[in-house]
């Protein structure tokens, strides 16, 4: 059954969806390309997460707007806050807004509360940091792709910030799904895997030291040996 809680805005007190813990997913989307893969349709035992505009490409369960929502308004969709407010999700953000129907502050203390650290440099962040604490078993991102060619701002301070809210998650027991189109976790022009490298065998791949001359010339690394040396430093 949907619990629903209470909040007064207005005056008036208005009931949206109550956080819901130990869901079995949590969906994320951004605005990227790979949303157009998300599902579409319900997921049982889950919720989808969206921030800013999507709610025009997929059904979701909560929307954030991190960022002034007159200034999204502005800039970005002229009837978001008419359209939204013909929704029934709740809408999370900063401030507090008389605007919006079903309008939710987002719980900032209570984040740092949970992890003790202020690192949260756009929507997907905050979104992620709740949703862990939600404990979810798996946190899935469509649209989250951060392309190497869009924004500067992606790869110089957005993209770490999220790839670090990830490994939060992993270390709290969340597994957590990137879409294949995304850049999270991956580095521009080589692979994951400093000082290796990927051998592709059919559908397995396994992974190498990286020799700069390779065996045959008898400078591989299998052929060192080790010894002791004194230094004096």
């Known amino acids: 059954m949907e619990k629903l809680e209470e909040i007064t805005i ?23 390309q790979s949303l157009g893969y998300a599902p579409t349709a319900k997921i049982d035992n889950s919720e989808v997460w969206g921030c800013n505009n999507v709610y ?35 809408v999370y953000t900063l401030g507090k807004y008389d605007a919006l129907k079903n309008n939710v502050q987002y719980p900032m203390q209570e ?16 979104m992620i940091a709740l949703a862990i604490l939600q404990k979810p078993k798996n946190i899935i991102l469509f649209g989250v792709d951060m392309d190497y060619g869009t924004n500067t701002e992606y790869m110089y301070n957005e993209k770490a910030c999220i790839e670090f809210w990830l490994g939060m998650a992993k270390g709290k027991g969340i597994n957590f799904v ?24 059919g559908f397995t791949m396994r992974l190498e030291p990286d020799y700069t001359w390779g065996d045959k010339t008898g400078k591989s690394a299998l052929r060192y040996k080790i010894i002791k040396a004194q230094h004096r430093l």
């Not at 009931?15 to 605005?31: A, P, Q, S, T």
């Not at 200034?71 to 999700?89: C, S, T």
């Open 178 to 201: 990137i879409s294949e189109q995304s850049t999270l976790m991956k580095r521009r022009g080589r692979n994951n895997y400093y000082g290796m490298k990927e051998i592709l065998d």
């Open 56 to 90: 025009k490409a997929r059904d979701l369960d909560r929307l954030f707007i991190m960022h002034d929502i007159y200034m999204v308004q502005f800039l970005r969709e002229k009837e978001l806050i008419k359209e939204i407010n013909e929704k029934d999700f709740p």
């Open 10 to 32: 207005n005056d008036k007190e208005v009931k949206v969806k109550d956080l819901v813990k130990g869901l079995e997913n949590i969906f994320i989307l951004g605005r990227g």
């Open 111 to 126: 984040i740092f509360k949970g992890f003790e650290i202020s690192y949260l440099v756009n929507n997907i962040s905050y």
